[in-house]
């Protein structure tokens, strides 16, 4: 399993953990992600996925599952996200 966020695509960066002597020694930040399950309005449905913290902050703001997937990019979503907001789309055409 990537240390991939699901809906923004946020991942590991690296740098260096600078000493009191100033040496450099390489390191790994690591997004903060957690499982949760998202609930979407349009399909009546949940869906569980692997989000870093700041993206679930986001996705409350923005008003839900939904209204955040309708306004992501494409190329950050992940394979399962962006088959979700197809569907989302798609309900949303018929209705």
Do not use: Q, W, Y
Request: contains cysteine; proline residues 2%.
């Amino acid at each position: 399993m990537s240390r991939r966020c699901e809906l923004t695509g946020k991942s590991v960066l690296s740098g260096h953990n600078v000493s009191h002597s100033n040496i450099k020694t390489k390191r790994r930040f690591l997004p903060n992600l957690n499982t949760v399950t998202l609930e979407s309005e349009s399909l009546g449905r949940s869906f569980r996925f692997r989000v870093a913290a700041s993206a679930l902050r986001t996705v409350d703001h923005r008003g839900g599952l939904d209204a955040f997937l309708r306004k992501s990019r494409d190329e950050v979503l992940s394979p399962k996200a962006l088959k979700v907001k197809r569907d989302i789309e798609a309900a949303a055409a018929t209705a």
